[in-house]
């Protein structure tokens, strides 16, 4: 095989006639995106989120009644506090409560994020945007799901 | 013949601790905006060893970093989304440096982390089945932009400023 010389490596320009089609093709394939994903889907109010361990939901919550329904696997796992705003939820990864993510739940915004968390150095849960109506907060290392439930069809938890 | 094979496996491994400690540093600190989002600077030390000491040592360095990286990190399943996405990536960003010979490194680079950013964030709906992250999309390809400049433009930097004997062999296989 043929070998670049050093010197040609060190001539590397930082603009070539070429890089044109690419920044065309990108600006062209970004725009796609954002007409595909940001444009153009309906919103819908969300009515409320649920939190997922897995396919398994943990527990439900309706910003419309303030209700939280806990599924009956989690029901030592999972803790809510009303607060001046909303609620603050405490999900525990097992029952010995050594890890946990916080839930901070505006019900004026009708929006949620994750406070705190246990999980990994990143933390990226904790630095996802809150969630209203669209979205999701996913917490790779402790396979923690939250999203935004709405559209018609969803029948509201009675309170746990 | 033994020394220069001995050479580059010993830059190889300067680059994949650079790298290494680069990520995790960068994993200190706040995503940009979105969740997973940073400005990836590891990936210099990546487009390095492509660069100075070709393709096979690029792909090393890079999956030493996702591991290793990765896994001290505290988030080793992070590698099934992001090993991935980084070899597709490199792949493409190899592809591009090899066969055309008009296209800036600056360019490689944005379009080698758009690639990655996405194909990330779409594996990681897939094995996560979390389809609702799809929607961030859009706004983690626009950093994947911002990203792939700027690690694009220190690339640049370091070949044009660093001195000739570090990269006195001929090193990029073409």
Sequence with gaps: MKKREISEIKSLKPFEFNDLFLYAFLIIAVLFLFIIFVISPSK????GFTVKKGENTVCTFTYLNQTLSVNSDYINLVVSEKTDGGFIITVYTSNDKSGYNELTVDTTAKTVKVSKSTCSVSKDCVYS?????????????????????????YVPPVTG | MRNLSLRKIVTAGIFSALATITFMLENLF????????????????ILLSVLTLGAKFGFAVLIVKTVIGSLFAGNISAVMYSLPAGVISLTLEVLLLYFTKKTSILAISVLGSVTNITIQNATFCLITNA?????????????????????GFIVYLSLKFLPLNLLKEKVVEE
């Design chain 2, 131 to 151: 389809i609702e992250y799809i929607c961030y999309l859009p706004y983690l390809s626009l950093i994947g932009v911002i990203s792939g400049l700027a690690v």
């Design chain 1, 129 to 153: 945007p809150a969630i209203g109506n669209d979205g999701a907060i996913y917490c790779a290392p402790h396979d923690l799901k939250i999203i935004p439930t709405n559209g018609s069809g």
């Design chain 1, 44 to 47: 819908k109010n969300a009515e």
């Design chain 2, 30 to 45: 706040p995503p940009i905006i979105l969740p997973g989002a940073r400005l990836g600077l590891s990936n210099v030390f």
